[in-house]
C-alpha cells in the first residue's frame, strides 16, 4: 500500500509540474513579450533588477522544457560598468579660490582619479596635425610638461560637420595629447562658437571604461576667464583671435590651478543565460548548435544609454529589440525538447549586456561551456517582431558556410529575403563568427520605435513573429540533424570600418571595443595575411604600446595608428600569458 501511495503521488507531482507547449503558438509568444517588455522590468538594463527578474523567467523557461542548465543555474555571470557618478571629495581651486563641482567645474568619466595643482599654459584647441595639406599646431614653441593644458571644446572648423579635425577634436583625443606631452591635466571649455550658453555637459559615460593618468576637466567659461586674467585675456576674445588668424595659438599663464578629482565608474554584474538540450546520436552528440538572442535593453533611456529619445526619460521596454528574439529562442527550446529528435546538441542562450557592446557573447565565446571549436552553428535573433506588408525578412551571414544560402531558400516558405553574406554585424552573433564558427543572424528590420519608448508590446506583429519563428524552427532542426555539418568560409573582413578611413594603415586585428581589458588593448581576432599576422600576434594579445608610446585602450590605439606610414617597421609590445613580448610589424 505504501509503495502504490508513494507511486500515485509521484504521477500527481508530475501532471501538476511546469508544463510547455512544444508548438510556436501566438498565446505563447504573447506570453512571453508581453511579460519581457513589461514595465515592471523597466527596460531590463544590464545590471537593475528588471535585468535579473527577466533573466529568471528565462531560466525557468529552459527549466520548465527540460533542459539542462549549465553555469551557476544556468547563469553565466560577468561584470561590466554600467554609469559614472560624481564621488564625494572633487576640488578645483584658481588662485585660491574655489570653485563648485557640478556647477563650475566637473571631471570626465575617464578622467583619473588623482590630485594635481600646476600652472597653466592656453593651448587653442589642443590640436596638432601635420598630414599632407592638413596642418594645425597649437603647440608651436610651448612646455606643457607638467602644466596645466587649458583648451578649447571643438576644432577650427566647428560649422563644418564633416570637419578635416574631427578625428582630433573629441575630449578623449585631446586628452591623449595632454597626457603624450606629459601635461600635468587638461582643462576644458567651451567657447561661444561651439556654445553659447556658458554651462557644463552632463557627466557622461561612453560605455568604455578605460581610463587616463591625468586629470581630465571641464570648466565653465567663467572658471576660464578667472584662470586667464592673469594675462588679461578671456575665452572670447581668444577663440575669436584664433578664428580670425585661422591658426594655432599657445600662451603661458601664471596662474595656479588645483583639483582634486572623484569619479566612481559603477560596476555591477549581470549574466546570461544558458541551457543545453543534449543530442541523441552517438556520433553526432558532441557537435553544438548555438541558438540565441540577447535579453537587455535600454532601462529608462536618457544620456549614454543609446536611446535615440536622447531627452526623454522614461521605460523602454524593447519588445522587439529584443524580447521578439528571446521568445523566439524560448519557443525553439521548447518545440526541440518536445520534439526529442535533435541530433547533434543545442545550446540556447539569452545574452546579457549586446547594447553594452555585446558583452554577453564576448564572455560567452571567451568561457563558452565546450570548445568553440565543436560548435558547429550559430543562430542570432534580434529583432524579429516587425514583420512589415511585403513580407520582407533580412537574413546575415549567409555566406559563413557554403550551404547556408541553399538550406534559407529550400525552406523559405514565401519570404522576401534580403541575404548579407557579411558575418561580423551589430549583434551578437558577430562574437562567434570570430571564432570561425558559420552564423545566421535573422530579422525583420529597424523601425521608427527602434531604441525610443514606444518599441511596445501591443505593436508586435504577432502573426508574422510566429511565422518568422516557424521558418526559423525549420531551418534550426535542418541544421541540427543534417548528416554534415556546415562548412564555415570567411564572408568578408573580420573587422569592422573606421568611419572617415582616416588610417593610412592596419595591423589586421579587431580591437575589444568595450575597453574591459584594463591592461592596454586586448585583441579580438586576427586577419590572416595582415602584418600582425605576419608577426606573430595572436588572439588574446593585449597591446601595450606601439613603437614605444603607450596604449591603454582602442582611443590611444587608433591615435597611434593614424600617426603610421605605410612600409614602416614598428615594435609592439604586448602582454601574452600574462608574460611581456616585443613583436616586430612590418607595415
Not at 561584470?79 to 556647477?103: H, M, R
Not at 519557443?331 to 526529442?340: R, T
Not at 549567409?398 to 534580403?418: H, S, Y
Request: net charge negative; with cysteine.
Amino acid at each position: 500500500m505504501k509503495n502504490f501511495v508513494f507511486a500515485a503521488l509521484v504521477i500527481l507531482m508530475a501532471a501538476c509540474g511546469p508544463k510547455f507547449d512544444k508548438e510556436i503558438t501566438i498565446e505563447d509568444i504573447h506570453d512571453n513579450i508581453d511579460y519581457l517588455a513589461s514595465d515592471s522590468l523597466k527596460g531590463r538594463k544590464s545590471g537593475e533588477q528588471g535585468d535579473l527578474l527577466a533573466a529568471q523567467y528565462i531560466a525557468e523557461k529552459f527549466e520548465a522544457a527540460g533542459l539542462k542548465l549549465l553555469f551557476e543555474n544556468g547563469f553565466q555571470e560577468f561584470n561590466l560598468v554600467t554609469s559614472a557618478e560624481i564621488a564625494d571629495g572633487n576640488q578645483l581651486k584658481v588662485n585660491g579660490t574655489e570653485f563648485e563641482v557640478e556647477t563650475d567645474f566637473l571631471p570626465y568619466a575617464f578622467s583619473a582619479n588623482i590630485n594635481a595643482e600646476a600652472e597653466v599654459v592656453f593651448t587653442g584647441f589642443g590640436i596638432e596635425v601635420n598630414r599632407d595639406s592638413l596642418k594645425w599646431n597649437d603647440f608651436d614653441g610651448a612646455d606643457v610638461s607638467g602644466k596645466w593644458m587649458l583648451v578649447l571644446q571643438g576644432d577650427p572648423d566647428l560649422d563644418n560637420p564633416n570637419s578635416p579635425y574631427l578625428e582630433f577634436s573629441s575630449e578623449r583625443a585631446k586628452a591623449l595629447k595632454a597626457s603624450d606631452k606629459g601635461a600635468a591635466g587638461i582643462i576644458l571649455v567651451a567657447g561661444t562658437k561651439f556654445s553659447e550658453e556658458d554651462e557644463l555637459s552632463s557627466l557622461f559615460f561612453d560605455k568604455n571604461n578605460s581610463r587616463f593618468s591625468i586629470p581630465v576637466i571641464q570648466v565653465t567659461r567663467t572658471v576660464a576667464n578667472e584662470i586667464l586674467k592673469a594675462i588679461d585675456q578671456t575665452v572670447e576674445k581668444l577663440e575669436a583671435e584664433i578664428m580670425e588668424q585661422n591658426a594655432g595659438l599657445n600662451l603661458g599663464v601664471p596662474a595656479t590651478v588645483s583639483t582634486t578629482v572623484k569619479v566612481e565608474l559603477k560596476e555591477t554584474s549581470t549574466q546570461n543565460v544558458v541551457a543545453m538540450l543534449p543530442g541523441n546520436d552517438d556520433s553526432l552528440k558532441n557537435e553544438y548548435v548555438v541558438v540565441g538572442a540577447h535579453f537587455d535593453h535600454l532601462g529608462m533611456g536618457g544620456l549614454g544609454s543609446g536611446s535615440r529619445a536622447i531627452d526623454t526619460v522614461a521605460v523602454h521596454n524593447g519588445a522587439d529589440d529584443n524580447a521578439s528574439g528571446v521568445s523566439a529562442v524560448i519557443q525553439m527550446a521548447e518545440k526541440l525538447a518536445g520534439d526529442k529528435s535533435n541530433k547533434r546538441s543545442v545550446i540556447f542562450v539569452a545574452f546579457g549586456a549586446e547594447e553594452m557592446g555585446l558583452l554577453g557573447s564576448k564572455a560567452f565565446t571567451m568561457k563558452p561551456p565546450v570548445e568553440t571549436d565543436k560548435m558547429v552553428a550559430m543562430f542570432n535573433f534580434d529583432m524579429i517582431g516587425r514583420l512589415k506588408d511585403d513580407n520582407s525578412l533580412s537574413i546575415g551571414g549567409t555566406k559563413t558556410a557554403e550551404e547556408t544560402e541553399d538550406l534559407l531558400n529550400d525552406l523559405n516558405p514565401d519570404f522576401t529575403v534580403a541575404f548579407t553574406g557579411e558575418g561580423i554585424g551589430p549583434s551578437d552573433h558577430a562574437s562567434f563568427y570570430l571564432e570561425d564558427i558559420p552564423v545566421i543572424y535573422i530579422s525583420t528590420g529597424a523601425h521608427p520605435d527602434y531604441h525610443t519608448p514606444q518599441d511596445d508590446a501591443e505593436l508586435i506583429n504577432y502573426e508574422g513573429a510566429q511565422k518568422v519563428m516557424n521558418y526559423s524552427a525549420a531551418l534550426v532542426d535542418e541544421v541540427v540533424n543534417r548528416a554534415e555539418k556546415l562548412t564555415f568560409q570567411e564572408a568578408g573582413s573580420k573587422f569592422q570600418r573606421s568611419r572617415g578611413g582616416r588610417f593610412k594603415v592596419t595591423l589586421g586585428v579587431m580591437p575589444d571595443f568595450a575597453g574591459v581589458e584594463k591592461r592596454g588593448m586586448r585583441v579580438d581576432a586576427i586577419s590572416k595575411g595582415k602584418p600582425a599576422y605576419a608577426a606573430g600576434m595572436k588572439k588574446g594579445d593585449i597591446i601595450v604600446a606601439i613603437d614605444g608610446k603607450k596604449v591603454s585602450n582602442i582611443y590611444e590605439y587608433m591615435d597611434r595608428l593614424q600617426k603610421l606610414e605605410a612600409g614602416a617597421t614598428i615594435s609592439v609590445d604586448i602582454l601574452r600569458d600574462e608574460k611581456p613580448t616585443v613583436l616586430i610589424v612590418q607595415l
